[in-house]
Nanobody, 124 residues
């Protein structure tokens, strides 16, 4: 079993930056793909970014491409999401997810484990 705990969310002004962290415990994440999803009130959960098990490939939603960077440190069992140039439409609860046999990175059901989420609020 894997437990994922997100941190780093908060309140930030438009144009600001935040770095989210997702720490895993219970089992190594070194063989798992990792992703960040987000969900705003009244909206479905949407894909933000993903990274392959060895960090060799990353994928981003068009809405965050060029502004967000996903990375991982397998030695620390942690994945990060650096968010720059934040906009009010980035406001959401951000969730970390892990999966071992992920083929469609954009799809939430491909992931086996989820964190509880961390709130990000961007004000103008």
């Amino acid at each position: 079993q894997v437990q994922l705990v997100e941190s780093g969310g908060g309140l930030v002004q438009t144009g600001g930056s935040l770095r989210l962290s997702c720490a895993a415990s219970g089992r190594t994440l070194s063989g798992s793909a990792m992703a960040w999803f987000r969900q705003a009130p009244g909206n479905e959960r949407e894909f933000v970014a993903a990274i392959t098990w060895n960090g060799g490939n990353t994928l981003y939603a068009d809405s965050v491409k060029g502004r967000f960077i996903i990375s991982r440190d397998n030695a620390k069992n942690t994945v990060y999401l650096r968010m720059n140039s934040l906009k009010p439409e980035d406001t959401a609860v951000y969730y970390c997810a892990a999966g071992r046999d992920v083929k469609h990175y954009y799809t939430s059901y491909q992931y086996d484990y989820w964190g509880q989420g961390t709130q990000v609020t961007v004000f103008s």
